[in-house]
């Protein structure tokens, strides 16, 4: 693919404009006991196991979740408890603490072991209303066994439940910082701040309204269920789930005309000619120097080109997208200049 730039002026500004992620809530787990102002229990054996055949009772006892050197500690036994054969912990914010977009991470250390299950995940707020998948489901981090890799998925809605994910191989016996970065338009997962996957859900796209609505976290060690499987014996109980912190950020600038800005001030419009083939005219303007980001998405929400990703200075821009690359159907592009999105849909027919 190319793309011909017809008007572009850039200038280049060190440390004029940045984004950064501006901490609004966090748990470093340095106190006494559990911080009951955060966290809430989930007890008993759940619906069918939690809805996974899982094989633990959950239990608010200090011998399943303490405080222990500046860090949460998750433990599950192999030990007869309310008719079943292991305890653990499952903690959840919800009803305390909530949140639409940002970024969420833990940095944890994980046990391995047929069976075992450890999850760091988020749940709408609206569950208990509308039920599960409708709720929306993100999970940040999910391992089983002895698998290398660990898991980031949403699950959602579209006429029954639907599921999208990806993963990445690491040691999760050593701590490693786990994260998303959510916003309007995508959610991306990152082991030690390096991407490892990401889904686009700009306007609700394929169904994905449920990311559009303010979610709790969770932190539990689950045992057996149908994902990992029953333990065979080879695990040596009790199992440990490390949590050093858990943090949740939103995203700041330091420019405040841009981060205030009302959207008739940018304006980005239509392409032309659309529907189109092979070649289309995206237009827009910034009434600010800014950093900008023109992106291609494809209905799946996968990157297909980057127009431009620079410090532009305020004024018009032009660009010329040549398709002659791709196959027909519906694309979007996305416009980022500072905290302002927005993003429209266009047409391609061969």
């Not at 949403?154 to 639907?162: A, E, M």
């Not at 998303?180 to 609700?204: C, H, L, M, P």
């Not at 827009?284 to 950093?291: G, M, R, T, V």
């Not at 023109?294 to 080109?305: A, K, P, Q, R, S």
Request: negative net charge.
């Amino acid at each position: 693919m190319k793309k011909v730039i017809l008007f572009i002026t850039i200038i280049i500004y060190s440390n004029i404009f940045s984004q950064s992620w501006k901490l609004i809530w966090s748990d470093e787990f340095d106190g006494p006991t559990i911080n009951s102002s955060f966290w809430t229990f989930e007890i008993g054996t759940g619906t069918n196991g939690w809805g996974n055949n899982e094989l633990q009772y959950y239990t608010s006892r200090t011998e399943n979740a303490k405080i222990e050197n500046g860090m949460l500690v998750i433990t599950a036994h192999q030990e007869p408890y309310s008719g079943r054969n292991y305890t653990s912990a499952r903690m959840k914010t919800q009803g305390k603490k909530s949140f639409k977009y940002g970024k969420i991470e833990a940095k944890m250390k994980l046990p391995v072991g047929k069976g075992s299950w450890p999850a760091f995940w988020m749940l709408g707020d609206n569950i208990t209303f509308v039920g599960w998948p409708k709720c929306g489901e993100i999970d940040i981090m999910e391992h089983v066994n002895n698998d290398p890799a660990v898991y980031g998925t949403i699950h959602y809605d579209n006429n029954g439940h639907v599921s999208r994910g990806g993963n990445k191989n690491v040691d999760v016996t050593d701590f490693h910082l786990y994260s998303i970065e959510w916003d309007a338009n995508t959610i991306k997962w990152f082991v030690d701040g390096v991407q490892y996957y990401s889904v686009f859900i700009v306007n609700g796209i394929n169904s994905t309204e449920e990311f559009h609505n303010p979610f709790f976290i969770i932190l539990n060690l689950a045992i057996g269920g149908n994902w990992p499987g029953s333990p065979d014996g080879t695990m040596q109980f009790p199992i440990y789930m490390y949590v050093d912190y858990v943090r949740v950020y939103e995203l700041t600038t330091n420019i405040e005309k841009i981060k205030n800005e009302i959207p008739n001030e940018i304006k980005l419009e239509q392409n032309f000619p659309n529907p189109f083939n092979p070649t289309t005219n995206i237009k827009f303007s910034i009434p600010n120097d800014a950093l900008t980001k023109l992106t291609i998405y494809d209905l799946l929400g996968n990157e297909v080109e980057v127009l431009v990703n620079n410090f532009l200075t305020a004024g018009n821009y032009n660009y010329n997208f040549n398709t002659k690359d791709l196959t027909s159907g519906i694309y979007f592009y996305k416009l980022q200049v500072g905290n302002y999105v927005q993003t429209k849909k266009m047409i391609l027919l061969k």
